[in-house]
């Protein structure tokens, strides 16, 4: 009787989980034809998708390549991995922000994530609550100068980079790598940068091994790898890991403590931490939302420290390779500002042609190629094609700085392009700074920040020097340093070049201003 029962109960089972697996069949056979087809792109192969096609770096230009082919959007997979590059400004504006509800995720990554400890850094965190509140804080301290005038060290740090650079000019180098460093940590932390300062030298190196981590994607392929223990041959990553999560550690929590302990002595200058801790300390000494905080402000001081120094060294760069924009750029300051002050913000409205550098400068540095990965987390149907939830959305932001739809002679560095009022203007499409600080509810929340320290430190050196290029031992000007750094975060090192002072009157003037007695 027993047996008899249980083989009938077997059978029931045999024949309902067959039934399942053939309706599950018919559905995602169903599905995919019904289902609309994936964006154009290089054909898959099976498992390994588009794995050999993807280039190791320069992926903006391979698809810039594509785009002759596939268009716009152009659909990829890499051992399972689905990716969309967008090459124009109108789709990514379409997904990234009108989307935004969509797309506005950020990939796991299992080298940054798991292993380097970096899940806190609001760039890797997922929408979500504490992607909000980290954003309310950067909005309120950096978004713009009402809660917290950022404006005063921008301008107070960009003086001593000139005094330094008078005084040790070969270097000059060193003193642009730490100037928005020197900003940032002021602002966030009101902690003064000295000379070869530790807090500067951890930012860029968290900077640089966190951009780094994308080398380790095989990780995101093949995640259980991570439990293989160190002993295990062939684990470097696990060494790399290791060390990065020691400057990870120290960006996230160092810098911030030491703000504390001053602001407990009440020798705390004004900055985001002090106001912070004033209005969220508890009777108890407890703190409210101290980790999105410091979170939060860690992600600033990690935004801040890099990559305004590629704006500020593309524009050395721009002027060594174009002194006729450099000399129009320095007769508009000597008209506007004069010859005995250096220039403040409230001349930002009347220099124009300078703006227009800037402008054109971070059009040209293309700094973020790639923006920072969104990942959706929907299946979408766009322009009748399908998205599958989890899809990493590339955003071209090279492709659309270089477009000849939007800017003419692309290549070439023309500030005439951004200057409504003159009848140079060619620029069709959008503002360098509506793509290159990325999109939606995860565009970069420094942008304003960026603008106005690049504005100060260049409005400021063409004020004070003639940047010209030096000779070489075969009596030849040396050319200047073109080479970009090519990660989806591009840096630029210096060139060898003179920095001239302009009169021996702004000499004194710089000089004045760092002792403290501003004429
Ligand atoms: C020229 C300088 C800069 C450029 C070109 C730039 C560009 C970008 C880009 C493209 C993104 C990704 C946006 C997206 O995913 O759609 C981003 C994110 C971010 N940036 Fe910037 N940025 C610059 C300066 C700064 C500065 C000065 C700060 C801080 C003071 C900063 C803080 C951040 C933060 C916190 C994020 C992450 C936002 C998120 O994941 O929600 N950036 N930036």
Not at 161 to 169: F, Q, V
Not at 229 to 251: G, L, S
Not at 379 to 384: A, C, E, Q, R, S
Not at 462 to 484: C, Q, R, S, W
Request: aromatic share 12%; proline share 6%.
């Amino acid at each position: 009787m027993f047996d008899g029962n249980m083989n009938s109960l077997i059978t029931n089972i045999g024949i309902v989980s067959a039934s399942f697996l053939i309706f599950r069949i018919i559905e995602i056979s169903y599905s995919r034809t019904k289902r609309p087809p994936y964006p154009p792109g290089p054909k898959r192969l099976p498992l390994i998708g588009n794995l050999l096609q993807i280039p190791p770096s320069h992926l903006w230009e391979k698809a810039v390549e594509w785009r002759k082919e596939y268009g716009d959007l152009i659909y990829l997979e890499s051992l399972g991995q689905r990716m969309l590059l967008v090459n124009s400004y109108e789709h990514a504006m379409e997904l990234l922000a009108n989307r935004s509800a969509i797309y506005s995720s950020r990939p796991h990554l299992t080298m940054a994530v798991d292993l380097e400890g970096w899940i806190w850094a609001t760039g890797f965190t997922p929408y979500g609550d504490n992607f909000r509140k980290h954003r309310s804080y950067q909005q309120r301290f950096i978004g713009s100068p009402e809660t917290l005038n950022y404006l005063e060290a921008q301008i107070s740090e960009t003086r001593n980079m000139l005094k330094n650079i008078l005084e040790d000019t070969e270097n000059y180098g060193t003193y642009v790598q730490s100037l928005p460093g020197s900003v940032i940590l002021m602002n966030v932390y009101g902690h003064r940068v000295e000379k070869n300062d530790r807090y500067v030298d951890i930012g860029q190196r968290g900077v640089q091994y966190a951009s780094d981590a994308e080398q380790y994607m095989f990780l995101d392929v093949f995640p259980w790898l991570k439990y293989i223990p160190e002993w295990f041959p062939w684990t470097k990553f696990h060494k790399v890991a290791k060390e990065v999560k020691k400057v990870q550690h120290a960006m996230r929590y160092d810098l911030y403590q030491v703000s504390k302990e001053k602001a407990a002595n009440g020798i705390l200058k004004e900055c985001m931490t002090s106001i912070f801790l004033s209005e969220n300390t508890r009777g108890d000494g407890s703190i409210a939302d101290e980790d999105n905080f410091s979170a939060a402000a860690a992600t600033l001081y990690m935004g801040g420290v890099d990559t305004s120094v590629t704006a500020i060294m593309s524009f050395v760069m721009q002027m060594l390779k174009n002194p006729n924009v450099q000399r129009k750029a320095q007769e508009e300051i000597e008209v506007v500002v004069g010859a005995d002050r250096l220039p403040y913000f409230e001349d930002m409205e009347n220099l124009p042609y300078v703006r227009a550098v800037c402008a054109e400068v971070l059009r040209h540095a293309a700094i973020a190629t790639l923006i920072i990965p969104h990942s959706s987390t929907k299946d979408d149907v766009f322009n009748g094609y399908f998205i599958p939830q989890g899809t990493i959305v590339l955003a071209n932001a090279w492709a659309m700085a270089f477009n000849p739809e939007y800017f003419p002679d692309p290549h070439a560095f023309k500030p005439e392009r951004w200057l409504s009022s003159t009848s140079g203007k060619e620029t069709k499409g959008p503002r360098s700074t509506d793509f290159g600080f990325g999109f939606g509810r995860r565009a970069c929340p420094g942008r304003d920040w960026a603008q106005s320290l690049l504005f100060i430190a260049a409005s400021s050196i063409l004020a004070t020097f003639n940047i010209e290029k030096a000779i070489g031992e075969d009596a030849n000007p040396i050319e200047p340093n073109e080479e970009y750094y090519p990660g989806f975060i591009r840096q630029l090192g210096p060139s060898k070049c003179k920095f001239i002072p302009r009169s021996p009157r702004m000499v004194s003037l710089v000089k004045s201003y760092v002792n403290g007695n501003e004429v």
